[in-house]
């Protein structure tokens, strides 16, 4: 009977590991993609992104909505690489968090305009601490 206990016991915690991993890798690969737009973003003569930072408790959610939605304002420094910025830009549009239930009362719009180099760098900072 102890075996059958410590055996469902081992079984829920990998499962509960394997469960969280996951997003983890995510949330990864959109740092890993946010660092490679860095190096190919558009940075001179390029449109100010609104830029979270430090979102309020309950306003994550609307930061990396905010983030999300600015991505594509972004621009590459060189146009043949169009469609390989296209793709990940698709990357970071993707859904990262569900929505919270909390009431966030910042919007987009209330956040400063950076450049694309500072933008990304916050996107990456937020995703940290998603993480």
């Not at 169009?82 to 719009?109: G, H, T, W």
Request: aromatic share 8%.
């Amino acid at each position: 009977m102890e075996r059958i206990i410590i055996f469902c016991m081992l079984l829920f915690s990998f499962s509960m590991v394997l469960t969280a991993s996951p997003q983890k890798l995510k949330y990864r690969q959109i740092i890993k993609t946010i660092e490679k737009l860095e190096t190919a973003v558009k940075n001179e003569d390029a449109e100010l992104l609104h830029t979270p930072e430090n979102p309020e408790d309950g306003c994550l959610f609307t930061a990396v909505t905010c983030f999300q939605n600015e991505t594509w304002k972004l621009q590459p420094k060189i146009s043949q690489e169009n469609s390989a910025f296209i793709k990940q830009v698709k990357i970071l549009r993707s859904p990262i968090l569900r929505r919270s239930d909390m009431p966030c009362e910042s919007s987009c719009e209330s956040y400063e305009k950076k450049s694309p180099n500072e933008f990304l760098k916050g996107f990456a900072k937020l995703m940290q601490q998603v993480i």
